[in-house]
């Protein structure tokens, strides 16, 4: 795989963080991530919608408590690119001397 098949909607650091850390489960609240990625929630809200645009991200609201909790889920075409992008890292890694 050539660098050409890095993913630039994941490729952004934060960005690239929320979809690692949502391949591994199937929802995360929106505090959970802010505080992981220690950002503001102006940060994280647009990174969300950058990845909702592109099709990456789904955002679920449910009522707890008095109040509403932010869900994110990575969809199947977020779980693709996200493979693809993850693939296209190793294989550029792959052709680095170890240093």
């Known amino acids: ?3 050409a098949a890095l ?5 952004a650091p934060n960005r ?3 979809c690692c850390m949502l391949a591994g489960v199937d929802t995360i609240d929106f505090s ?8 503001s929630e102006s940060v994280l809200s647009k990174h969300f919608k950058t990845l909702e645009e592109a099709g990456y991200l789904k955002v ?7 109040r509403v909790r932010t ?3 990575l969809t199947a ?3 693709k690119a996200l493979k ?15 240093i």
């Open 7 to 11: 993913d630039p909607v994941i490729h």
């Open 32 to 39: 959970t991530l802010r505080e992981a990625l220690d950002v």
């Open 71 to 73: 869900w994110a889920s």
């Open 60 to 66: 679920a609201k449910t009522p707890s408590d008095g």
């Open 16 to 18: 690239l963080q929320i």
């Open 77 to 79: 075409a977020g779980r």
């Open 1 to 3: 795989m050539s660098a």
């Open 84 to 98: 693809g992008h993850l693939a296209a890292l190793k294989a550029m890694m792959a052709g680095v001397p170890e």
